[in-house]
């Protein structure tokens, strides 16, 4: 009997059904990603598309990790799914990245720690990030034993910000040849 129009999978040990990729190429391509390397760099390697590379990187699950006493958030720009900035999150004790989230939302972090169960959200006991107030919401929201505590960074870069416009303020004042001794690092 003769079948015509229909499609059928070939059966091969060696590739799961309805793959084009064996798992051994993508237990290589994992195994490369180990590596600090580019995606470009295994994609040649490997002749195929970076495309290809991130998606094999995409199925890879990483488990359920603890919630630390210290949790750190904070975002950095990046260009996944359409997104303008991703978010870190990592330990700040043991210096460890926990995870990296697609978006700094407040839905995408909802998400992620309503995967956490209340007792494990209940021990962390600190939750340092920037001044960002959906990141203040999501400690209120669901770390609600934690303290809130800005980071050093941005806390210090607000200091500078108010110490600057403090300066400008006061160096308009003054007469243009008196204004140069405000700027910073003046050196006569």
Known sequence: MLLIGKRFAEKNKFLPRYHRMTNRLSAYIIDKLRDVVTYT???????????????VFGVVDYGHKNLPSAL?????????????????????VKKVVLDILPARTEVCLTKYFAKFSKSERENVKYFVSDMWKPFAN???????????????????????????SVRKEEQKKFSKTHRRYFYPFFQE
């Open 41 to 55: 760099s295994i994609a040649r390697e490997m002749n195929l598309s970076v495309n290809t590379i991130i998606r």
């Open 138 to 164: 999501i400690a209120t929201a669901w770390f609600k034993n934690s303290k809130q505590i800005v980071d050093k960074y941005h806390w210090i870069r607000q200091v500078n910000w108010a110490f600057e």
């Open 72 to 92: 750190s958030i904070d975002e950095f720009k990046g260009n996944t799914g359409g997104e303008k900035y991703q978010c870190i999150i990592t330990d700040p």
